[in-house]
């Protein structure tokens, strides 16, 4: 059962029915929301997702705690990304680091047999809005947050008058390719930064895409042969965000490679779960994972200001 074929009538009968059907339903829920989470958040665009093996884990010495022990460079510190709280303090130095998964579960939702009834608009909506985007949100935030600690750390960070443009790019590439001696493999921006761009890249691009640029908007998703990921996620990425450094327009991020930065893995996959109790529905989503940053030069920050 692919999203087209989780329509309301579906969904509803499925519930109505109980039993077997509750479980298939939850099976094609989840597909669809392993799915929906991988497509809405950037983490897994700067790292890709990689499914862990049972082979794979490794225990903490405290406790029989799942982790996966990576290796990094000599002479580069790591910091693991907490999906749960605040950025941990300690960093991790010599031949690897562990990444630690943490449970992430999405808002219950509630409702009753009438209210599903009354649903108008695709029951797919209510589960990306509700679910997938609060699971999403997560991960990002905390893997911000996490960058943001690193570049405090490394004073990789500057701060650029104007709006996005190739003289904000080359600030942010002198951070971490001259100040950090890291390649970088990606830039992550806001919507509002691309726009931004794509405004001005008619003079910023030349003549001879002009015309094209006209007709259909600034297409490529590469700048300077730096492929740029645009996130429409601006409350991690700018300067109202939480821990930021006042008002500004945006921040801008430089990744390097992932070979050079770091790990991004999932243990679980999100399962979704679907009960019924008298006429009240409840719906819940929860997966496991873990992600860490090999090496904090890997990571640099321009604030448009």
């Known amino acids: 059962m692919n999203r087209e074929n989780i329509t309301n009538q579906k969904f509803l009968d499925a519930v109505m029915a109980g039993g077997e059907n509750l479980q298939k339903l939850a099976s094609a829920t989840s597909f ?71 449970k992430i579960v999405s808002p219950f939702i509630r409702k009753s047999e009438a209210e599903l009834m009354t649903i108008r608009h695709p029951i797919t909506q209510v589960i990306e809005d509700r679910i997938i985007k609060d699971m999403a949100r997560v991960r990002d935030e905390a893997f911000i947050d996490t960058c943001d600690a690193m570049v405090a750390d490394t004073t990789q960070f500057a701060n650029f008058a104007g709006n996005f443009c190739r003289a904000a790019i080359a600030a942010g590439l002198d951070l971490l390719e001259g100040t950090g001696n890291q390649p970088c493999g990606c830039i992550l921006i806001s919507k509002t930064a691309w726009n931004q761009y794509n405004a001005a890249a008619a003079i910023e691009e030349g003549n001879d895409v002009v015309t094209e640029m006209v007709r259909t908007g600034y297409q490529s998703k590469t700048v300077m042969g730096y492929k740029v990921i645009v996130t429409q996620k601006p409350f991690y990425m700018t300067g109202t965000k939480s821990g930021g450094l006042g008002a500004c327009k945006d921040y801008i991020y430089f990744f390097s490679p992932p070979d050079y930065l770091g790990h991004n893995f999932v243990l679980q996959e999100p399962t979704f779960q679907v009960k019924k109790e008298m006429d009240i529905i409840e719906m819940v989503c929860w997966g496991f994972y873990g992600a860490g940053i090999g090496n904090k030069r890997g990571v640099a920050r321009i604030r448009l200001t």
Not at 36 to 62: A, H, M, N, Y
């Open 32 to 102: 669809f929301i392993k799915d929906g989470v991988r497509e809405k958040s950037f983490l897994d665009e700067v790292i890709p997702l990689i499914t862990v093996q049972k082979e794979d884990l490794d225990r903490r010495i405290e406790d029989d705690f799942p982790m996966v022990l990576c290796e990094i460079e000599q002479g580069a510190e790591a910091k693991r990304i907490n999906f749960r709280g605040k950025p941990d303090d300690k960093y991790f130095t010599g031949l690897k680091y562990p990444v630690l998964f943490d």
